[in-house]
């Protein structure tokens, strides 16, 4: 079975400056989904970025990058210029190309400091 | 506005009431989830429906009854719960089959059940 960890409960980033978060996640798969969702206060589940695994390059989407560790089943996410806005719950999740569940991790939860 | 909402927003209700929560997409998809969200625990998925049909029931109870009348409304049926069932329950949909672009999960704000 697949599962997804991730090691920080809790991160805190100053405004401006940059912060990792990590994942990883254990499969037997070679094709297969990779995800961050943000989930503010307003508890809405936001899909931050996607990573395709039979794709080597890296995914970006404006401030936010990954680096996507295939071998390593490694998927950190990292925010640039961090903005108070960004201040939320981060989760990574999986799922397998044939379809099926997503599965989460635990949760980071991202302070920023103005 | 994410496309996917549901009501109501927060719910109490004692043991023995009976309660529904419901779920629309607005995106056009043809799958929906329903997910349980508890303190300090990864989300958990509780049930899957693939064109109106279930797909996946993953190991609920039976105080938990889900129905899809069609693929645009879910509804979850909540009778004789117990505090442990207290939690954010999330409602998700996708666009399944037809390419590799089309399996991203869209989330509703969920409904924060508190169970007395």
């Known amino acids: 079975a697949q599962t997804v960890t991730q090691s920080q409960p809790e991160m805190s980033v100053q405004e401006a400056e940059t912060v990792t978060l990590s994942c990883t996640y254990d499969t037997s798969e070679s094709d297969y989904y990779l995800f961050w969702y943000k989930q503010p206060p307003s508890r809405q589940m936001i899909l931050v970025i996607r990573q395709e695994a039979y794709k080597q390059q890296n995914a970006t989407e404006n401030r936010f990058s990954v680096n996507f560790q295939k071998a390593a089943k490694s998927f950190s996410l990292k925010i640039s210029d961090s903005q108070l806005g960004d201040a939320a719950m981060y989760f990574c999740a999986y799922r397998s190309a044939m379809g099926g569940k997503l599965i989460f991790g635990q949760g980071t939860e991202l302070s920023v400091k103005p | 506005e994410t496309g996917v909402t549901q009501t109501p927003r927060h719910l109490v209700m004692g043991m023995t009431n009976k309660k529904s929560l419901k779920c629309e997409q607005h995106l056009g998809h043809n799958a929906m989830y329903w997910y349980k969200q508890s303190a300090k625990k990864p989300l958990e998925l509780m049930f899957v429906y693939n064109f109106k049909e279930q797909t996946e029931n993953n190991s609920v109870p039976s105080r938990f009854s889900p129905e899809c009348p069609n693929s645009s409304h879910l509804f979850l049926h909540l009778h004789t719960l117990q505090p442990e069932d207290s939690a954010l329950y999330l409602c998700?949909?996708?666009?399944?089959?037809?390419?590799?672009?089309?399996?991203?999960?869209?989330f509703g704000a969920g409904t924060r059940l508190s169970v007395l």
């Open positions: 998700a949909s996708s666009q399944e089959g037809g390419g590799r672009s089309k399996n991203i999960q869209y």
